[in-house]
């Protein structure tokens, strides 16, 4: 886009931030902020694709676009050095992108490098048609990979992908069209990614990028275009500034002229409903395909607004995309054990000091009610329903408990500490914990269980310390006798010693109450995981007149 010829909008030079490395770079203009972006926070920079002779243009979303499809005679990447010293925290990255229906190969489409270092970020399209981002910072890496079926970007179109950066909230977020649809939790030294050398159309790691060739029967090089984004490119921005949704959506609509797609769709039911489940290594153990097919069915026959997911191990995409909703990782990669899945807007997270064992979000319901939800794993050892209260070594029960409170109980005391400010507003924001706390509850272990429970009665930590701090077990609030409802949750895959109740839903505020809780534990062909996962639908209180009531 050449916005030189909109002589309405004042144009600043930035300072030398960008350097453009030689030919064919020079087809840009390099400009502090750009007409449709008067609304923006100023960029570092913003291409408008002239089309100089060293690059081949056509229409593009609103203007002139960066040809590098089939049809382009000279489909050359473009380079860019971003020399920028400073202390960057917040950085935002936006591309619009069309790439070629016929296409089916992946394809990077932006890339950076440090020089000299392996540190790099990226934005593609898969070979299925969706989009990627990976990163890699020093020893960590950063993946998200949306589903074709939800989010494709190989149809012929114009799409706006968007990624944002903020240090002080620790996230990542990814947007397509002008809705997010991911949120990681993300270090907060992540200044690469306002450095390097930029690509456009291609990416600097790749084994075949700008490979020079000369024949001997010719004295002109060659450089070939291999890897080279088989798509078009328009209105490519930097910003040193975390984008906000608002920001982007309207972005989106001042360019695309068409309308942001609603966030979500509300419940057909009043309430709020929340599924825990663990997952067992992502659903990829009963088959890395079959295995998560079933489960995406098994979750979206809950029709829940929210999923506490545990061992999500690189299917949380998969899943938010199947049930058409966000979430939050909370961690990086296909390594990260939770994710919350939204329905309703994710509106701030919580990073903790153990991501492995907990993270949560506050999410915005209809009628701008907040709730704070946690999605928890606590320590597996020591492990009683493998190995006996004794485990294996003559231990007591009260020996057992001092080893749990070592592990699961000083764990559950720690997340209680870090959330004291949640803790301390449960009386006009709501608070959820959910998740596999890998130990039983004290609720069920009394002396009418003794027989279902080979004798013992257990004072067990984790769910006595939630009671003292004024949670209630929802499941049990529904279901107080555990002699005729048990809600066993472990194991449905493999005999274990004992099985128990270990996954729950806890709850505190007065904004809610538990209505329903069930345990599901089926499907028609295979159940995918050794947990069942846990259902609860709570009420949610009229804000006015606290009476408990539809929103």
Known sequence: MNFLTSPKYAIRLLRQLLHPLPAPACGLLLLVFSAVRAQLPPSYWATGFSGADSVATTKGVAGKALDL?????????????????AAIRNFSFTIWVNTDPTSGKEYTIASTLLPGKKDFWSIGVTAEGAWFFKARFRDEFYEYRATAPRQSIRDGKWHLLALTYSADDRELRFY????????????????????????????????????FWKFPYTTQPFYTTWETYNGLIDDVSIYEATLTDTAIARYY??????????????????????????????????????????????????????YLIVETEGSGAYLADALGYQFYLVGSNDTANLAIISRYPIIKSYPLSRPFTAGGVQISLPGNQKVNIFSVCLDWQPAYFFYSFDNNEGWSVERFLEEDDRTRGREIREILRKISQCLAETDSIPLIIGGDFDSGSHLDYVAATRKQHKGYVVNWNASRIKAEAGFKDSFREIYPDPVKMPGITFSLAFEVWMNDRIDFIYYKGNRLRAVASRIISEHPVQFPSDHAALNTTFAVSNKRSQRISPY
């Open 69 to 85: 499809s089939k049809n382009a005679k000279t489909r050359r990447s473009l380079d860019f050095s971003m020399d920028t010293t």
């Open 253 to 306: 609509r001042q360019i695309s002229g068409s309308a942001v797609p609603a966030a979500y769709t509300p419940a057909p039911t009043s309430g709020l409903t929340v599924t825990t489940h663990n997952i067992k290594h992502g659903g990829n153990v009963f088959g890395a395909e079959t295995g998560r097919a079933n489960l995406a069915e098994i979750l979206r026959k809950t029709d829940s607004d929210v």
């Open 176 to 211: 397509r069209d002008g809705i997010r649809v991911a949120t990681y939790l993300a270090s907060p030294y992540l200044r690469f990614l306002s450095s390097g050398n930029l690509t456009l159309g291609a990416s600097r790691a790749g084994r075949n990028y700008r490979q």
